[in-house]
């Protein structure tokens, strides 16, 4: 039996895709909040009419185009046998040493750099090859398409690694971020350019789909191993069929965990069920519509292996989820929390306008919950909170001050309160909170910070607002740590020094809510 972390390649190269992957996410969350090109996404729309019919231009298509997937072979999973509960905690260990060395090696390493270059080629070769196939190109523009998609995804891996480099402040990381933009939107141009206008939305629609279709290379595979094909027909079926449920997303009557928890934050989830728990079920039911749908579109034989791939894709992911080091803080009292920092009021108040502040909205998209931003004729930055179901949405800023550390975080030492000037009609619950440098998702390898912080995410257990404009203050002191989010074994201190973000909560389970937000500031 092979080990799971015998051979040093595969796991760096694993490791990459996970370090990578999860700080994608948050990129591509910055890269929505950058102003839209409008006039250019007509000019385009111009150049391919069909576009306009499906609504999709390059503009509003690129964002599903900047995060670098792993592109793993879904039949490459090893087996590994069961593990004691020893040896399970020894490999989880193992697991999230190595994660926080990778990462490391993500800043520094010029050779990691190389070796995302290199995965980026195999990951387009692999995605690409049937829609090249499909359209019949040419084998010289196919090889200048591969390169202009390997060049715009390595345009995403270049701008991770460079914002890794805590030497760059907030001015710097800006220009980062659009010069990587302006030229993923050329790169766009030019594959618009070769493809002509009814093979680019043909482009644009199997762009769509890539993800249902990395899904189903594993079950292509197997067919391939038992000598069965599988028609474009039927695989085109399959691939829609999957899309379709995957937008559906899962109701709380076909998962009974979602029932149960739902409407709970994910601090709140914490003994109750972890986000391992909560995708394996989803998995689970998605697993459940593609065989009903694959019933009408498969021969027996093609069906029988459909359901042995998805069987084999359950228990892989359940053993992955397994061997995930865990973060979860030994004791649920998070009430116990500290402000640092030194006493007094700051010299300069850490401010937000937040018509014109950088932002960045979150929420339970799975459960139904999102928050839309838009600018008021006040000046004033206005949130549509769809929170009737899931666990809410809500808005981070990321404030400036004129005292701020190497990464952008800020010095907000002497601060006390949280205040902020927000309109909303009376009773809708808000739940305010601060991010240090270094919080990331609550499983990341390595929460260190700016100026000592380490990484932790705070909370408040909320207020009920007052109808029309009010001023709220939160004293830091009544934040409790954030179970489901950032570091759950730090000091339990709110590191003033080095604040990265000033959130705020809409939970779920409460009346849909249109707020107008003027100013948050730490005082």
Same mark, same amino acid.
């Given at each position: 039996?092979? +080990? ?7 796991? =760096? ?34 150049? *391919? ?12 298509? +690129? ?34 040493? /190595? ?38 190109? *040419? ?29 760059? %402040? ?27 206008? &009814? ?53 709380? &009557? &076909?998962?009974?965990?979602? =029932? ?8 709140? +989830? ?17 697993? &459940? ?31 992955? =989820? ?43 998209? =799975? ?37 701020? %550390? ?25 739940? /305010? ?53 950032? %570091?759950?074994?730090? %000091? ?14 809409? !939970?779920?389970?409460? !009346? ?12």
């Amino acid at each position: 039996m092979r +080990r799971l972390f015998s051979i040093l390649p595969a796991l =760096a190269a694993m490791a990459l895709v996970i370090v990578y992957s999860l700080q994608a996410v948050e990129l591509g969350k910055v890269h929505a909040q950058l102003d839209q090109r409008e006039q250019h996404q007509k000019e385009l729309a111009t150049r *391919s009419p069909r576009n306009v019919h499906h609504g999709k231009t390059v503009a509003s298509h +690129r964002k599903n185009m900047t995060q670098v997937s792993s592109g793993g072979d879904s039949n490459g999973n090893q087996q590994v046998g069961s593990f004691t509960s020893s040896s399970s905690n020894a490999v989880r260990a193992k697991v999230a040493a /190595f994660l926080k060395e990778m990462q490391q090696r993500l800043q520094n390493d010029p050779a990691v750099r190389r070796l995302a270059h290199a995965q980026t080629a195999k990951m387009v070769n692999k995605d690409y090859a049937d829609l090249f196939k499909y359209l019949k190109i *040419s084998p010289a523009d196919a090889d200048k398409l591969s390169q202009l998609l390997q060049g715009k995804y390595n345009l995403d891996v270049d701008l991770f690694l460079d914002l890794s480099n805590s030497g760059y %402040n907030n001015a710097q990381r800006q220009a980062l971020i659009r010069d990587a933009r302006e030229a993923r939107f050329r790169i766009e141009e030019q594959i618009a350019a070769i493809l002509g206008t &009814e093979d680019y939305t043909t482009y644009l629609d199997y762009v769509d789909t890539i993800p249902q279709r990395r899904e189903l290379a594993g079950y292509k595979d197997k067919l391939f191993a038992a000598g069965i094909d599988l028609t474009w027909d039927q695989e085109d079926k399959l691939i829609r069929a999957m899309r379709e449920n995957s937008q559906r997303g899962v109701t709380e &009557e &076909e998962n009974p965990l979602l =029932a149960e928890i739902g409407h709970l934050l994910p601090e709140e +989830r914490v003994g109750k069920a972890t986000p391992e728990d909560i995708y394996l079920e989803q998995m689970k039911v998605q697993h &459940e519509r593609l065989l009903a749908d694959a019933k009408s579109v498969l021969t027996d034989d093609q069906y029988r292996l459909l359901q042995d791939y998805v069987t084999d894709q359950e228990k892989s992911s359940k053993l992955w =989820a397994d061997l995930m080091p865990s973060n979860e803080t030994e004791s649920n009292d998070r009430a116990t929390v500290k402000v640092g920092g030194s006493q007094g009021t700051p010299a300069q108040p850490v401010s937000v306008i937040a018509a014109t502040a950088a932002q960045v909205t979150w929420g339970d998209d =799975a459960g139904g919950s999102s928050a839309k931003i838009y600018k008021t004729d006040g000046n004033t930055l206005g949130i549509h909170a769809e929170v009737s179901s899931g666990w809410g949405s809500g808005i981070t800023f990321w404030p400036t001050g004129s005292a701020q %550390n190497d990464d952008g975080s800020v010095n907000a030492s002497g601060a006390q309160e949280i205040v902020a000037r927000i309109k909303a009609p009376a009773g809708v619950t808000l739940r /305010f909170g601060l991010l240090e440098s270094g919080s990331g998702w609550s499983g990341a390898p390595d929460f260190t910070g700016a100026a000592g912080a380490d990484g932790e995410a705070f909370r408040h257990e909320g207020i009920q607002t007052q109808d029309g404009w009010q001023t709220y203050t939160i004293p830091l002191s009544q934040l409790k740590l954030n179970g489901g989010y950032g %570091n759950q074994k730090g %000091n339990r201190t709110i590191d003033v020094q080095a604040i990265k973000g000033i959130e705020i909560l809409i !939970p779920g389970g409460q !009346p849909n809510a249109d707020l107008e937000i003027d100013s948050v500031r730490l005082q």
